[in-house]
């Protein structure tokens, strides 16, 4: 979008209002087209419920990143905010965390899109499901959906390292037709085809067992994951400490409606089980359901949710560059991932060596026989653990650092006395039900899904070895952190922002401590 | 195919599009870039904290309590009504002068009840000294003023000058921003019927 940079080497501000939308739009957008089925195996008649309840933590999720992207606008997101809160190893944690979410992006969401192709299968005279096969152990193991996954991501390998951008402009364009035929097929399922009669009759019915809740609402989040790119986009966004809380708080209404209106619509419209067994492609079911506009509707959705996810897929490429960028900046990973192709003057190691990983992921997925669904429990694991640090490091942030301007606060904030010498706290309570909230969906994650619960931690360890050994041969801290001029840094940061407004107000926070502190 | 509308349906559809709506109109409404030299003045206004206003029982000077009012509004500043009794060289300073010092303390009343509208922090401070301007000046030094509004009385000038002795002195004299408010015609005419 606004990769190309300025003459002193910073990444130019290109990203607009829309832009700064539209790109995580592209990332969370994207997500109820994956999620809505996944859900419903799980939370059956109580898949509305299961979106509420996921809905609410991400409300909260949402709104503490809004604090910290439009109060640091740097690219690095989560990993940033933690490191800048609680120090280098703990922000390294974070960083793994999401970088296994991006992993699991690229794979997920090329099974997802390549789902969605597989929509136009049947109109060819090819089933997908005769394509199963038992390799050894591994039952149902589809060769061919697996090898359009893999087709899909070498692809985006490809296009990343040769540094095709996908423009702006057409993700843009991509974005409004996906919310444009969003908003048809709600309004047009709503009032010509949706029966209340049915939706109640599926709750009450087909309520599901508590652990297979938990299950669902615990899958529920990850509708909701990808409010990072916006953070990640920051960096380049004009005046990101105004834009950057507009944009995700309408990101965060926006997908919480949708996802909230899909999942009310679904159970109206079809019984759970139709929408379980159309993991690949829950959307296009429903929309296929609509009366008149069904049989335009259905294909156009599976055209456009194909394309939107594929999308997603590819900013899990760029987003894991990016985030091992911040890494590497921040020594927190090896300078090694950073080298930039002589040629294409891409970061290619970084894309190999993640969508190498999601490769890997996705064929781990496919032996399970529930691809999507192996994916969709990493990809939970991944972003609570990320989340519930981010929300510690907010806390730790309003005291450690009082003084930088907050555009945008949480709500439900009480005063509090800081160390001798600072700034008095606006303590976040809201973010501590945020914090319990995560937790509760990790604690979820961690009891119900049989392969998050294990590949999450071991993914992290694996990391940390990483890290540990880098740490030890640079001889810098392994549990504490690097010292950082972090005033200047946020200096600069807001000049280059141009967001002069908040570095006078900055500047005169930092000169009245000082001046109370020689007083 | 029948089309069947069902009105629970469509009141959820309603919603939906409303809330969107609300949604992304909201997100497009950013307001206007403030450029760095605006930012600065605009800092060196909301960093006042102090604001001292010198009250004597006239139309000018209330007027004066009420735009230091809407000046300190916005950040929150201490309002400081400041009342001088002059007193004059022939006797002590510290002679009662219990005239003067019920005449000042008239003033800074209404001052307060001014402020009271307004629900500012204010004080009262009643200062003996040799002459206004040098009370004035004495108490925005003391208690580390940022600003001093002046009213400006038209009677109190002398024949071909542009300002008072006293505001003349204050703005030479002040060690922060003086603002001095020459009521128009209007008030001007009020002031002299009252």
Known sequence: ?519 | MALHVGLPGSVIAAVFLVLLVIVFRWMFRIPPLVPYEVAQIRRTVNDLRTVVVPVVNSLSSERAVELACRLAEPQQAQILLVGVVEVPLSLPLDAGMPAQRLRAEEAIEVGAAICDQHELPFDRVVIPARSAWEGIVRVARERRADLIVLGLDPKQRMPGEELSRNVAQVIRRANCEVIVDRPGHSLAGRESAS
């Open chain 1, 1 to 519: 979008m606004a990769e190309e940079a300025s003459s002193d080497g910073q990444l130019r501000r290109d990203v607009t209002v829309w832009g700064s939308f539209m790109w995580g739009y592209a990332d969370v957008g994207a997500d109820i087209y994956t999620a809505l089925g996944l859900v419903a195996g799980a939370a059956m008649g109580a898949t509305p419920v299961a979106f509420a309840v996921a809905g609410i933590v991400y409300l909260l999720v949402g709104l503490a990143y809004t604090e910290l992207a439009s109060s640091y606008p740097v690219a690095g997101g989560g990993q940033y905010f933690t490191l800048r809160g609680i120090g280098d190893f703990w922000g390294f944690v974070c960083g793994a965390a999401l970088l296994l979410d991006y992993t699991i992006d690229i794979s997920l969401f090329a099974v997802s899109s390549s789902g969605y192709f597989n929509f136009f299968l049947p109109a060819l005279g090819v089933r997908i499901a005769d394509f199963a096969v038992a390799i050894g152990p591994f039952q149902g193991v589809n060769l061919l959906w697996l090898g359009e996954t893999l087709a899909i991501i070498v692809f985006l390998v490809v296009i990343n390292v040769i540094g095709i951008k996908i423009s702006s402009r057409l993700n843009e364009v991509l974005g409004v037709l996906a919310i444009i035929g969003q908003v048809v097929i709600v309004l047009f399922g709503f009032v010509f085809a949706w029966d209340p009669n049915m939706m109640l009759a599926q709750i009450t019915l087909h309520f599901p067992s508590l652990h297979n809740f938990m299950y669902g609402s615990s899958l529920a989040i990850i509708s909701f994951v990808g409010l990072e790119s916006i953070s990640q986009v920051s960096q380049e966004t004009r005046r990101p400490a105004t834009i950057v809380p507009r944009t995700s708080i309408s990101l965060v209404f926006n997908v919480l409606i949708f996802a909230l209106a899909f999942s009310v619509l679904g159970m109206g419209l079809l019984p759970w089980q139709v929408l379980a067994q159309h993991a690949g492609d829950p959307i296009a079911v429903v929309a296929q359901k609509i009366p008149i506009i069904g049989v335009v509707a259905a294909p156009m959705t599976a055209l456009i949710g194909g394309l939107i996810v594929l999308i997603s897929s590819n900013s899990g490429v760029m987003s894991a560059s990016r985030l091992t960028y911040s890494m590497s900046t921040f020594s927190l990973l090896p300078k090694w991932f950073n080298a930039v192709h002589p040629r294409y003057h891409t970061p290619h190691r970084t894309i190999l060596v993640f969508s190498a990983v999601a490769m890997v992921e996705a064929v781990f997925a496919f032996m399970t026989s529930e691809a999507m669904n192996t994916l969709g429990n990493m990809y939970a694991f991944g972003a609570t653990a990320g989340y519930m640090l981010v929300f510690i490091a907010l806390i730790v942030l309003r005291f450690k650092d009082p003084y930088s301007p907050r555009p945008y606060r949480m709500p439900l904030n009480f005063k509090l006395q800081n160390k001798e010498g600072r700034a008095p706290v606006q303590f976040p309570l809201l973010a501590v039900f945020g914090f319990l909230g995560v937790a509760t969906i990790l604690f979820e994650v961690i009891l119900t899904h049989k392969i998050g619960r294990i590949a999450g931690p071991a993914w992290i360890i694996v990391m940390l070895v990483i890290y540990f050994i880098y740490r030890q041969k640079e001889r810098l801290p392994r549990f504490g952190s690097v010292k950082r001029d972090w005033e200047d840094a946020q200096r600069k940061v807001l000049r280059e922002a141009e967001e002069y407004e908040l570095l006078s107000e900055y500047e005169a926070a930092l000169a009245a401590r000082d001046g109370e502190a020689q007083a």
